[in-house]
């Protein structure tokens, strides 16, 4: 049996440290760049799809500072002693210096890390933009075909245009603290426009500070337009309307009220065929991703285009060629007819679910 067949046999069918090892072990294979290494990511993927897609995946996100880990530990907890598996992906910023991540959202987790229905999964972003790393999603589907019927992704410290999560899970949820802003503030387009759930974590250091707070970001939500949708009327009960609610995950307190807005939105969004709609979205997505990447990496290995970089970026920095006109002789050399054959673009790791 190979290695990948150990794998795949371990996250489906294994339990306890050997499961946790299998997961482990299959999402390195995914992170990894090695082009063999992603033809036995591709079989791993193909072998996992059918025992996938019917976890929660839940986005988190949120500003430095905001109490991330504290909530995620705190509701995980909370799930896992109501008969729940939770799986947690958690983003780490990467160093633009030196590439490294400290990842230390695990640490943070202490009771949650340790514990056997729970399983925590700290990446570095690699420099990738929206606040979660490269291989979120495929991590995401093997945690799934483990059996862990709760997934939640927890990004880096984000601003307002880090919004990548919100197009691969079900449900997006931002994290604010009490006094986060005034009402301008609250009303500025990107991520808050994306929130199905809106908390107001830490909201026992200033009880005033988190009511004024959650009244102006209900507000805002309202003056957003509900997602800029034109059906999200309010007298619709068909439709999801994002709530902004007040916790404390310190102390506990809110995590039931917060559960049962989720389950609220989930039986909802089943019902309307919402959620089938936007998972069909985010694998639409994914595959485009996946192309977007592999196209760059064979223009990048094309042996032209290798040739011609060197000179051209040369004389770019230098000032002697503008950086467009560069770039689309580099592409014309990239398409050119007749040109030496571009490699065989690497099929992307992944499939969508």
Known sequence: MTDTARWIEGVLHGSGAVQRRAIAKAITLLESTRPDHRREADALLNALLPHSGRSLRLGLSGVPGVGKSTFIEALGLYLIERGHRVAVLAVDPSSSVSGGSILGDK??????SVHERAYIRPSPSGGTLGGVAAKTREAM???E???????????????QSETAVADMTDLFCVLQLPNAGDDLQAIKKGIMELADLVVINKADLDP???TRAQAQITSALRLLGLHGRPDTAHHDATVWHP????????????LAAFWQAVEEYRQLQTANGRLAARRQRQARAWMWERIDSGLREAFAQH???????PALTDAVL?????????ARTLLQAFLAPGADTPPAVATPTGAPC
């Open 107 to 112: 640490t943070r987790m202490e009771k949650l």
């Open 141 to 143: 589907l093997v945690c």
């Open 145 to 159: 075909a483990a059996g862990y019927d709760i997934v939640i992704v927890e990004t880096v410290g984000v601003g």
């Open 208 to 210: 005033d500070a988190a």
């Open 243 to 254: 709530r902004v609610l007040q916790v404390s995950a310190l102390a506990g307190e809110g």
């Open 303 to 309: 042996p032209v285009v290798r040739e011609r970089l």
């Open 318 to 326: 230098q000032g002697r060629e503008v950086p467009s006109v560069a």
